[in-house]
């Protein structure tokens, strides 16, 4: 049966990779949500299968949940990071599948979609929801969203799919992403004094920024800023007219994000400051989970002889669309390593097993 489930999984993963399902290739998230649906077609049982894609919502729903109220929820993405040619053909090496959105997350995708197909006619009484969206990796993601306030939404218990290692993330931070445009007076450089340096300008915001209370003084799990762009200048011996800046800040806690703005919004009134909060994600902490949690780390250590961890990470994800509503979540995946670089992979053995866990929890609830 193993060796079956597991052909089963890298026949849909392969698939699945193979489309280039960036942002810069639109059709093919299209076509891949086509593929997705079609595999539904001929489900047996009474099923939903729902495929919105609009200016608001880019998402397929599949569900025996009739009333949207669903046992458990899987939640995961089709959408990836732009990657080569040759990290769209998927390829086996050793224990390996290599390919872009192997492990971020087609794999576990791969494994949702037999899983859903499989429970649903063999345990019609237990109420599954898939839901697959393609603008997770979009910094403006909108369709988890978009899918839980339009169907009403409340699942008892949700599981995003991201690559956790089979450890159970209960926590993620909230990110704010802050764009600075910065105006000043050129000058010859031996003549500082006369111009007006918009570098300056936005070094000055990222340092009164990060001087901030909730920036010091913190160890493990804590705030932090990162400058992660300045571009200004022509020449060396020039006083620069203009500059841009971008700051990225992670938050443990929404007071801590209070503060952060009401700052921001202090700064704005300088002159020759433009400075724009353009993206920001809430903070996900999981809640009444326990009893689920408990279970999961119990049927993850039976199948691959290892304790999950409970864990916090600093990356956000779509997560945190359930959380802010105060529905139970959690993040829990297969084991790989590369997203987002050349060498992307999930181990095959870790997708089989991810398989087995994730049957015989949503059995067992």
Same mark, same amino acid.
């Given at each position: 049966?193993?060796?079956?489930? %597991?052909?089963?999984?890298?026949?849909?993963?392969?698939?699945?990779?193979?489309?280039?399902?960036? /942002?810069?290739?639109?059709?093919?998230?299209?076509?891949?949500?086509?593929?997705?649906?079609?595999?539904?077609?001929?489900?047996?049982?009474?099923?939903?299968?729902?495929?919105?894609? #609009?200016? *608001?919502?880019?998402?397929?729903?599949?569900?025996?949940?009739?009333?949207?109220?669903?046992?458990?929820?899987?939640?995961?993405?089709?959408?990836?990071?732009?990657?080569?040619?040759?990290?769209?053909?998927?390829?086996?090496?050793?224990?390996?599948?290599?390919?872009?959105?192997?492990?971020?997350?087609?794999?576990?995708?791969?494994?949702?979609?037999?899983?859903?197909? /499989?429970?649903?006619?063999?345990?019609?009484?237990?109420?599954?929801?898939?839901?697959?969206?393609?603008?997770?990796?979009?910094?403006?993601?909108?369709?988890?969203?978009?899918?839980?306030? &339009?169907?009403?939404?409340?699942?008892?218990?949700?599981?995003?799919?991201? /690559?956790?290692?089979?450890?159970?993330?209960?926590?993620?931070?909230?990110?704010?992403?802050?764009?600075?445009?910065?105006?000043?007076?050129?000058?010859?450089?031996?003549?500082?004094?006369?111009?007006?340096?918009?570098?300056?300008?936005?070094? %000055?915001?990222?340092?009164?920024?990060?001087?901030?209370?909730?920036?010091?003084?913190?160890?493990?799990?804590?705030?932090?800023?990162?400058?992660?762009?300045?571009?200004?200048?022509?020449?060396?011996?020039?006083?620069?007219?203009?500059?841009?800046?971008?700051?990225?800040? &992670?938050?443990?806690?929404?007071?801590?994000?209070?503060?952060?703005?009401?700052?921001?919004?202090?700064?704005? #009134?300088? /002159?020759?400051?433009?400075?724009?909060?353009?993206?920001?994600?809430?903070?996900?902490?999981?809640?009444?989970? *326990?009893?689920?949690?408990?279970?999961?780390?119990?049927?993850?250590?039976?199948?691959?002889?290892?304790?999950?961890?409970?864990?916090?990470?600093?990356?956000?994800?779509?997560?945190?669309?359930?959380?802010?509503?105060?529905?139970?979540?959690?993040?829990?995946?297969?084991?790989?390593?590369?997203?987002?670089? *050349?060498?992307?992979?999930?181990?095959?053995?870790?997708?089989?097993?991810?398989?087995?866990?994730?049957?015989?929890?949503?059995?067992?609830?």
């Amino acid at each position: 049966m193993t060796k079956n489930v %597991e052909k089963k999984i890298i026949k849909i993963s392969k698939r699945l990779i193979s489309f280039r399902s960036s /942002e810069l290739y639109p059709s093919e998230k299209r076509a891949c949500f086509d593929y997705i649906e079609k595999y539904f077609k001929n489900q047996k049982g009474n099923v939903l299968i729902k495929k919105i894609i #609009n200016k *608001k919502c880019l998402a397929i729903m599949i569900s025996n949940a009739v009333d949207n109220y669903p046992d458990i929820l899987l939640n995961g993405h089709i959408d990836v990071v732009e990657g080569k040619d040759r990290q769209f053909k998927p390829i086996i090496l050793g224990n390996n599948l290599y390919g872009r959105g192997s492990i971020d997350m087609k794999g576990s995708i791969a494994v949702m979609m037999l899983l859903m197909k /499989e429970i649903v006619e063999q345990t019609p009484n237990i109420k599954v929801a898939l839901m697959i969206v393609g603008d997770e990796e979009i910094q403006t993601s909108r369709s988890t969203e978009y899918l839980i306030n &339009r169907f009403k939404l409340k699942p008892k218990f949700t599981i995003v799919g991201e /690559e956790t290692g089979f450890n159970i993330v209960t926590e993620q931070k909230g990110s704010l992403n802050i764009k600075i445009e910065a105006t000043g007076t050129e000058t010859h450089s031996a003549y500082p004094e006369k111009g007006e340096n918009a570098i300056d300008k936005c070094f %000055e915001v990222y340092q009164e920024i990060k001087s901030l209370s909730c920036f010091k003084k913190q160890i493990g799990y804590r705030n932090t800023i990162a400058l992660t762009y300045l571009v200004g200048g022509q020449a060396i011996n020039s006083i620069p007219d203009s500059c841009r800046a971008g700051i990225n800040i &992670r938050f443990v806690k929404m007071e801590d994000l209070k503060n952060i703005t009401d700052l921001i919004k202090n700064l704005k #009134n300088k /002159e020759g400051l433009n400075i724009k909060k353009y993206c920001s994600g809430a903070i996900m902490k999981s809640i009444s989970c *326990k009893k689920y949690i408990l279970e999961l780390k119990k049927i993850t250590k039976e199948t691959c002889e290892i304790t999950p961890k409970i864990k916090k990470t600093a990356t956000g994800s779509d997560a945190r669309y359930f959380s802010s509503r105060k529905l139970p979540v959690i993040m829990f995946g297969p084991q790989g390593a590369g997203y987002h670089e *050349k060498n992307e992979y999930v181990e095959i053995k870790s997708l089989t097993n991810y398989y087995k866990i994730l049957n015989k929890f949503i059995k067992n609830l």
